[in-house]
């Protein structure tokens, strides 16, 4: 099998190397697949920085999806066939050829499906419904703020508060990603590169604060979200982008902790407010149940024409590094796909 090895951090053309690999076999639960295309995600980006304490050590291969077709299975796995095709959700490794992962970890996907699309569904929709199903559980009539809602799991938590007839306020960077946000459905789109998003909330909503907000950016930001919030109000994080700006070093990474604030839980019981950080490896190294549930309930509603994902662009693996600019660049939306 062929992959793109991680040999060293730094920019894409020299993090980067394509790498002839010995062929998976799968063990107790799992299945290999042959893989069409996978997918990118920013914690993707963080990792070739250095900046992902969740990535393994050097030389490896990272990436979380993949969509192909299954062409080795262990014996104990039920209800997959070899051929099959599926989208699967790796514990890195999925910038190769073949990918290896759990039974739990894969769901099957018509031969009609967009590989983009399922890929988006993998693991940005996953995030989402995590988030704001199983953790947030929104309400009709909830105000909702979504950081770099024109992201791609920023689009999947719009579309999933739509649903629920909450009212949603959007922040993206230029004025071409808020038409994509109006598009849509957020009720408030709002670029943070002409206001301050916590001015322009506060002025819409007249000092009243908001229900829930999804903060994928850290630091500062994710501060300055949970002030916003009102009585009752709850706020997921779920990523760091913020700390992809320079590179890692200890002073960095302080500013960045530092950055988050200190939250006592008397005051979260005073004010009624709750905070839940979210890790899908984490939930599908302890919770795969949790994890199965989330790739059926995405994919079923994705059928059924509820959500739609975005694809931001498309690249043949030769241009994998162009995929990473892009998404480094922060001004990709929706999902980035690398085809083999």
């Not at 499906?113 to 909830?142: K, P, R």
């Not at 006592?264 to 599908?284: E, K, T």
């Amino acid at each position: 099998m062929k992959a793109f090895v991680l040999v060293k951090h730094g920019a894409p053309d020299i993090a980067f190397e394509l790498q002839e690999m010995p062929d998976l076999q799968p063990g107790a639960g799992q299945v290999v697949v042959e893989v069409e295309a996978f997918g990118l995600n920013y914690a993707d980006v963080m990792a070739r920085l250095g900046k992902y304490k969740e990535a393994p050590a050097l030389p490896s291969v990272i990436g979380y999806e993949a969509i192909g077709r299954i062409s080795a299975l262990a014996e104990d796995v039920k209800g997959l066939e070899k051929g099959q095709r599926v989208a699967c959700f790796v514990r890195f490794g999925g910038y190769a050829t073949q990918v290896l992962t759990p039974a739990m970890g894969v769901v099957p996907v018509s031969d009609e499906m967009d590989a983009g699309i399922a890929l988006a569904l993998t693991v940005q929709y996953c995030t989402a419904w995590y988030a704001s199903e199983i953790c947030m559980q929104l309400q009709s009539g909830d105000h909702v703020l979504v950081q770099a809602a024109a992201g791609g799991v920023g689009i999947a938590l719009v579309q999933m508060a739509k649903r629920k007839g909450c009212i949603v306020y959007g922040t993206a960077g230029s004025d071409e990603k808020l038409q994509l946000l109006r598009e849509q459905g957020v009720d408030y789109p709002i670029n943070y590169n002409k206001v301050d998003w916590a001015v322009e909330v506060n002025r819409i909503r007249g000092g009243k604060g908001l229900d829930v907000v999804f903060d994928s950016l850290g630091g500062s930001e994710f501060r300055r979200g949970y002030k916003s919030l009102s009585p009752g109000g709850r706020i997921a994080g779920f990523g760091n982008a913020s700390r992809t700006k320079g590179w890692a070093n200890v002073a960095g990474d302080l500013k960045t902790l530092f950055g988050f604030g200190f939250f006592s839980p008397a005051f979260l019981l005073m004010q009624s407010r709750s905070i839940v950080g979210v890790n899908m490896l984490r939930v599908a190294d302890h919770r795969p149940d949790i994890l199965k549930t989330c790739l059926e309930n995405t994919f079923e509603l994705a059928e059924a024409g509820v959500f739609k994902p975005v694809i931001g662009a498309r690249f043949p693996h030769e241009e994998m590094g162009k995929a990473h600019v892009l998404l480094e660049s922060r001004k990709s939306t929706g999902k980035i796909v690398v085809n083999w």
